[in-house]
């Protein structure tokens, strides 16, 4: 006895099986994707593409999405200088910062509570331009305005810049209005300092993030009273702190947490810690 079959399913075996008359290869051809080559979108939108990612993925937007290919690497690099002048400074605190002071200054006393001084520098232009190897840094007076008069950090800052003053009584600098005795401290320190300076770790802040990192290849512009680093190697050495903050939660170290979830090929950063003056 045959198999009774219920109409609607008769119906959708009419609708999936093919004509005794097609062709079977034409009936069961298989969909072909076509993968649109990267540059089919204009550089300009692929800008704000990259741009629009949160600050956790910038991480992941500089390891993976940078090396996709040589045109997403441009285009990604340019982003990250935008950012890097826009909102990059570097601090140079804490008991290193009070040694530079007391060599050119040895009258200088700090006290134990006293806020740790500081010679804070941002980002201004890149060099050469044309290629943007190394970011150029200048000092920042300004950055003490951000605190209000009658801060503790304030007082202190003003104190550190009447102390390390050696201008004449009648041309006496003034906060608004500072000379460089202060900045060529900073400039003038001895080999040792400049050996802690490559090998200790600065505050660095990026897109408003604070990491305490090495700063790589910095050089010491004496003349021009600037100091230019690497800055794809301070991107590739302030977001692989990012990235061991995120992956590391629930493995040993940052090289099986990346193997283990397959998410990453990446290179520790080798960083050549060396100090040039010119």
């Known amino acids: 006895m045959a198999p009774r079959h219920s109409q609607s399913s008769m119906r959708r075996a009419a609708v999936v099986a093919p004509r005794a008359s097609e062709n079977s290869a034409t009936a069961y051809r298989p969909t072909v994707t076509r993968?649109?080559?990267?540059?089919?979108?204009?550089?300009?939108?692929?800008?704000?593409?990259?741009?629009?990612?949160?600050?956790?993925?910038?991480?992941?937007?500089?390891?993976?999405?940078r090396r996709v290919s040589p045109f997403l690497r441009e285009i990604t690099e340019d982003v990250f200088a935008k950012r890097m002048i826009r909102d990059s400074s570097i601090r140079f605190g804490g008991q290193y910062a009070k040694d530079v002071i007391s060599e050119a200054r040895p009258n200088v006393q700090f006290s134990c509570n006293m806020p740790s001084p500081g010679f804070v520098f941002k980002a201004v232009h890149f060099f050469p331009a044309h290629t943007k190897d190394k970011?150029?840094?200048?000092?920042?007076?300004?950055?003490?305005?951000?605190?209000?008069?009658?801060?503790?950090?304030?007082?202190?800052?003003?104190?550190?810049?009447?102390?390390?003053?050696?201008?004449?009584?009648?041309?006496?600098?003034?906060?608004?209005a500072p000379c460089n005795c202060y900045r060529s401290i900073f400039f003038g320190q001895g080999p040792d300092l400049r050996l802690r300076l490559a090998q200790k770790t600065h505050l660095v802040q990026l897109n408003d993030q604070l990491k305490?990192?090495?700063?790589?290849?910095?050089?010491?512009?004496?003349?021009?009273?600037?100091?230019?680093?690497?800055?794809?190697l301070l991107c590739q050495s302030f977001y692989y702190q990012e990235l061991k903050s995120l992956r590391i939660e629930n493995h040993q170290g940052i090289c099986s947490a990346c193997k283990k979830t397959n998410w990453i090929h990446w290179d520790v950063p080798h960083n050549k810690l060396k100090v040039y003056h010119c």
């Open 35 to 65: 993968r649109m080559p990267l540059e089919t979108l204009p550089a300009e939108l692929w800008d704000i593409i990259i741009s629009s990612y949160p600050a956790e993925d910038r991480c992941w937007v500089w390891f993976v999405l």
């Open 212 to 232: 305490s990192i090495q700063l790589p290849s910095i050089t010491l512009d004496r003349h021009l009273s600037t100091i230019s680093i690497d800055w794809r």
């Open 135 to 176: 970011v150029v840094f200048e000092h920042n007076h300004n950055w003490i305005c951000r605190y209000t008069a009658g801060s503790t950090i304030r007082k202190h800052h003003r104190w550190i810049l009447e102390e390390t003053c050696i201008c004449p009584a009648s041309k006496r600098p003034s906060e608004d």
